[in-house]
């Protein structure tokens, strides 16, 4: 991933295998009667005028918000697959989660600090969250009302939030997080392990550990501060900053300063041996479990690889690399977590290559909507039949050849269109990483390789750290050949059936 699913073959011999707004709160105020016994007649004690008017006066800022056309943020920014997913009304700075967790309960208390600034006058918002039950919720140190509508968690803050306002959100919440299951049959989020968690988020799996704006054009930069029992080690993204030991546990804290995307974030739980060091440069931490006979396996080739996509695609875009390496072959697939890809089991040379070039195709540039995600795995899939050509393997331009010569009937490689996904079943397809990089390679005999290689580099450099679509980098790839690539693009990525 995306998903590359260790169960199949790897695309670099043939098809890579992966995969309310409520009512207002109620009001809170004090009510009394009083009783006068006057000639045995009950009379109601009324407050003095200046009172009643401090008390209109009260009511009347209470519901300012409404009469001022605060309105609620939506509860999803209209993804083709997700609809739910995002939410309007606010933009996300920074996350800073605080976790402890037990193995051995599978049991989860969390508190999420969110940072977020108000894009509208908001009087409600939601936030995206399908993790355990939440037990309170503060917007600026002060308690606001919150209800769960299914994937939603709609806050109502006591006061309304002016537009452009920088605001902060805490939610406290504890329980045992679960996986999702996605439309294609695979579970991300979070995957209890026999010894921690595995914990992976695309597309929508982060949500069920922790509240967020759940949208890839929403990106933040996050702070983890992990507490597990002695023994164990919790791994995130980013910069280990300390590792704090007491008499019962240990806690991690991690920061990545570099925005990401929600579902990239990860904090997978186990027993780890760790190595750090430098990579091609770069600091690097790699976890492996110690379970694993094969060790790190592709990892190894880390800095090669490295070297090879700075030559291809400019700068490495972060400033952290390394992996997670588990014992976790029950998930099915690899996935590209920010700064530190997470993999299932020992992973191949070919898999770490496709791995790693999401670091510049999909964590650093990233998709603006999910049918888009031929941006990511067309792209990634390219890049390490690159790395296979590196170290003896068939060129770029015989894996295309070679994959020409499949039959049209054979529809898994050449439907759905990279880019006409019909559903988010097919968000993983076989078709959208082989034959997506059968159109990159195409692309590259249409345009000469020096033109193609600066298409690549601007690409990512112009959207770094951004969001881009497939129009843009279509505009890019033209402006860089001299001449329109609408017709090539529409035969390679739109139309049904082998092109």
Known sequence: MGRARGRRRAPARRALSVKRFPGPAPAHGYSASVRASTSRRRRTLRPPAGVAALGAAIAALVAAPAALGFAPGSAGVGDPFFPEAGNGGYDVADYDLDLRYSPNTRKLVADAEITATATQDLSAFNLDFRGPRVTSVEVDGVDAGFDRSGPELVVTPSAGIADGSRFRVEVGYRGRPGPLTDADGSEEGWLATEDGAFVVGEPQGSTTWYPANDYPTDKATFSFEVEVPRGVEAIANGKLVERQRRRGSTTWRWRENQPMATYLATVTIGQFEIDRSRVAGIRSLVAVDPKLPDGAGGVEESAAILKLFERLFGPYPFDDVGAIVDDASF?????????????????????????????????????????????????????????????????????????????????????????????????????????????????????????????????????????????????????????????????????????
């Open 331 to 499: 998930v099915g697939y690899a996935l590209e977590t920010q700064t530190r890809p997470i993999y299932d089991r020992t992973p191949s040379e070919v898999l770490v290559a496709h791995e790693l070039a999401h670091q510049w195709f999909g964590n650093s540039v990233t998709l603006s909507s999910w049918p888009e995600i031929w941006l990511n795995e067309g792209f990634a899939t390219w890049a390490q039949w690159r790395w296979d050509e590196q170290v003896g393997g068939p060129t770029t331009a015989e894996q295309l050849r070679l994959l020409e010569r499949t039959p049209a009937s054979e529809d898994e490689l050449w439907n759905p269109p990279p880019a006409a996904i019909p559903g988010p079943q097919q968000l993983f397809a076989d078709s959208v990483y082989v034959r997506g990089a059968m159109a990159l390679e195409a692309l590259r005999q249409e345009i000469g390789e020096p033109a193609f290689l600066k298409t690549m580099r601007a690409w990512a450099a112009s959207h770094a750290y951004s969001n881009g679509t497939i129009a843009e980098f279509i505009a890019i790839a033209e402006a860089q050949a001299g001449f329109e690539l609408n017709p090539f693009f529409d035969r390679y990525l739109y139309q049904p059936g082998k092109p």
